[in-house]
């Protein structure tokens, strides 16, 4: 059973049309939910780190919440050059001390002008 | 300041050679990591290191895959001999503390024919 769950796979939107990625988890005990956007041929860029429900964080014209079973990256009028995958991974937080970060399978998110 | 730096940035070899990547990570951040990343998917981890020990690589396949961290600096990953199916992005990836963001490399391709 995945983890870690992102929707949609692929997102094509208009320049200025706003949408919402989801990453839906499963972990016992979280200690951390990590946004990173990956640009082809690159590793992933860190974007933001959210901690406990109700947490919100924003960055330009991306803005991610937290809820106990997902998060959501609110990306509000994008422009082109917001096209890339968006990446959501977990750190899960238990008695064995884990703290490797689990990864969904990522949205490519593509703007067209 | 100076992110994660990996070399190669791309490997073509031929099956049943061996090959190593290299990662210096960023200065001062003690914990690393090696990722792997096949296309369409998210980064799934290989080996974690606190200094020089290395205290997570459950997911490591230990009968060719290994990896030494001197020092508690840079790192190297080594995959002897390789099969077609490890074919994919290596990625190495820092944090100055557990339970904060991972900085990531621009990773190594990697392909086996």
């Known amino acids: 059973e995945d983890q870690v769950t992102q929707s949609p796979e692929a997102l094509r939107l208009q320049e200025g049309e706003s949408s919402s990625l989801n990453c839906s988890y499963t972990v016992s005990g979280l200690r951390g939910l990590f946004w990173y956007r990956q640009d082809p041929g690159k590793g992933p860029e860190f974007l933001f780190t959210?901690?406990?429900a109700g947490e919100e964080k924003e960055k330009e014209r991306l803005k991610a919440t937290l809820t106990k079973k997902e998060s959501f990256l609110h990306i509000t009028a994008p422009k082109p050059e917001d096209s890339a995958t968006y990446l959501c991974a977990v750190q899960e937080g238990n008695q064995g001390g884990s703290e490797k970060l689990v990864f969904g399978k990522g949205t490519k998110l593509t703007v067209n002008p | 300041e100076a992110g994660v730096v990996q070399s190669p940035r791309y490997k073509i070899i031929e099956k049943k050679q061996p090959v190593a990547f290299w990662c210096n990570p960023i200065?001062?951040?003690?914990?690393l990591y090696w990722y792997r990343q096949n296309l369409g998917q998210g980064p799934e981890l290989l080996i974690r290191y606190e200094n020089e020990e290395a205290v997570d690589d459950s997911q490591l396949p230990k009968d060719r895959f290994s990896a030494e961290r001197l020092k508690g600096v840079d790192s190297t990953l080594k995959i002897q001999p390789a099969e077609l199916g490890d074919s994919a992005v290596y990625l190495c990836?820092?944090?100055?503390?557990?339970?904060?963001?991972?900085?990531f490399g621009q990773g190594t391709r990697l392909t086996v024919v």
């Open positions: 959210l901690y406990s």
């Open positions: 990836a820092s944090s100055g503390q557990v339970n904060t963001e991972a900085f």
């Open positions: 200065s001062g951040h003690n914990t």
